[in-house]
């Protein structure tokens, strides 16, 4: 078939799914891609700018472009194919396998970060952040005067912004005021390793997971231990990838000893639906790595699921004790949930059941 006929051969809905049930491992393999862990449920392909496929859903997701798709995509992507000929091609008898030569990844440079824009006044992510997440209005008064939180013009959404040393915007990451939302995203062109940071004067530095646990965190010293919460360094890393925490001791040398204050993240289950706590599960790695470099670190857990829960709570007038006692409940309920029966009690001759609970 010749390929400029392809254009015009209408393929049926049966012959799209098939050739999308193409596996893409398969398909990165034939094209010369070398793969390697990328996360949980993902594979990153070497030297392809940010591609990574996800082998349960057969689907892939290019960090650097933002394209994503199925077999036919991918094969539209590598190749420079139309529609009809990628599908043609895993579909068609003159599809045969073969090896490409894989040009070197030639890094673009980055554009610069756009911000939002801002609000005529901050009212609404004051609002939230002070009456919905209890934050001490003192802390984000803070961060809002030193141009590092403010409102989202369109939306109303709250933005957290990092800085380089310059000062120049290089991190941005939004998030819903409304009670009813959990809408988050980071920016177009953001890098979360430019964190969201509190610069103190001790040789301590608190690590959290997100600007919200942040200032919550801080909040929790503040209010309850009447610590001076502006004391010791405080960085958010956006996520579980410490590329912030790198970049922030290389330019903070003074800083001795790390305490990593991640996520709780009990009732969290990976793929094969096993309980895994994966705040605490990096938070562990992290105090090997680290200890090997020389620092002095240690784990501050929250009782419930991250800082700001247990603020919200502790403001309604709970105690620790209480939210030990919340936490195990959830699990037991998660437990009971999940429990399988007991087997039947009369057994054959030489028969053995073996189960778990």
């Avoid at 799209?16 to 893409?24: C, D, E, H, Q, T």
Wanted: hydrophobic content about 30%.
């Amino acid at each position: 078939m010749r390929r400029h006929d392809l254009v015009y051969r209408h393929f049926t809905d049966e012959e799209v799914a098939k050739a999308n049930r193409v596996s893409l491992m398969d398909l990165a393999g034939q094209y010369g891609f070398e793969t390697e862990n990328g996360g949980r449920k993902a594979v990153h392909l070497k030297n392809s700018g940010g591609l990574y496929i996800f082998p349960e859903t057969n689907r892939f997701y290019h960090w650097t472009s933002g394209k994503k798709g199925g077999a036919v995509d991918f094969v539209m992507e590598q190749e420079n194919f139309s529609f009809p000929e990628a599908v043609a091609k895993l579909t068609g008898e003159e599809y045969i396998t073969h090896i490409r030569e894989v040009k070197p990844y030639e890094k673009k440079p980055k554009e610069p970060l756009v911000l939002p824009d801002k609000a005529q006044n901050f009212k609404r992510a004051y609002w939230y952040l002070v009456s919905v997440r209890s934050i001490e209005p003192e802390i984000v008064s803070h961060f809002m005067n030193a141009k590092m939180i403010y409102q989202e013009a369109k939306y109303g959404n709250c933005v957290f912004v990092g800085y380089d040393t310059d000062g120049t915007p290089k991190y941005c990451a939004t998030r819903s005021s409304s009670e009813k939302s959990s809408f988050k995203m980071d920016a177009i062109n953001s890098d979360k390793s430019y964190p969201f940071y509190h610069e103190g004067k001790s040789d301590l530095l608190v690590v959290n997971e997100s600007p919200i646990d942040m200032m919550s965190h801080a909040t929790l010293g503040k209010v309850y231990f009447s610590l001076d919460w502006q004391k010791d360094h405080r960085l958010s890393l956006g996520c579980l990838w410490d590329g912030a925490l790198d970049r922030y001791l290389k330019s903070h040398p003074q800083i001795k000893q790390i305490i990593f204050g991640v996520d709780n993240d009990y009732l969290s289950r990976d793929k094969d639906m096993k309980l895994t706590n994966w705040g605490q599960q990096a938070a562990d790695k992290w105090c090997g790595k680290y200890t090997e470099k020389g620092y002095q670190c240690a784990i501050h857990q929250p009782h419930l699921k991250d800082f700001n829960k247990d603020l919200t709570e502790m403001r309604k007038g709970r105690t620790p004790e209480d939210l030990d006692k919340q936490r195990m409940a959830e699990l037991q309920t998660d437990f009971e949930k999940d429990a399988v029966e007991e087997p039947p009690s009369e057994l054959t001759d030489g028969q053995e059941y073996e189960y778990e609970i």
